[in-house]
């Protein structure tokens, strides 16, 4: 069904459910094809848990290395997100947050810390909604922690970089867990 809906031959799409089923978003129940695989509070706290320490990491490790063209990148996806706030547009928002983080883990140059964060992140998605962005004043505020982690990059300092961020995961993990 999958293949024909998608206009696509049976390699890629069994290719693809081979992927999911490697990264635990779905497994194979014989005789009836594919399952999604539930997250269990355990599992979602772990993933906020490796999440907060590895960003931690990046953000001092980004303070250290960031170039002018990342910060200026960085700086412009922050605009875009203050400039985008009113319009209640939670995809884009939520778009241009991603966007953010992945800068400052492209600028720490670590291509080891790059690959584990997409893969925590993509299973933080099965956790996160973009319910931080529907409401304008949440979204303010991870705005405004945003600014302490831009701030303390521009500075190139790995210490504000990493309590800023800090401050940032906190409010995330509130915003994200206890909700």
Known sequence: DLCEELGISRTPVR????????EN??????????????????????IVEMRRDIELFGAELAAKRINDDQLTRLEAKHEKMADSI?????????SLDYDFHNIIFEATGNSWLI????????????????????????AKAVLKEHEGVVEALKKHNPKMARKAMEHHL????????TN
């Open 86 to 94: 009113n319009s209640k547009n939670t995809k884009l928002l939520y």
């Open 170 to 177: 906190n409010c995330t993990y509130k915003r994200t867990v």
């Open 15 to 22: 290719e693809a459910l081979i992927e999911l089923q490697n």
């Open 115 to 138: 690959d584990t964060i997409i893969k925590l992140r993509t299973h933080f998605l099965r956790v996160e909604t973009q319910s931080a962005f529907s409401d304008i004043k949440t």
């Open 25 to 46: 978003f779905i497994s194979f129940v014989r005789g009836r094809g594919f399952k999604v695989v539930e997250l269990t509070k355990k599992e979602a706290l772990d």
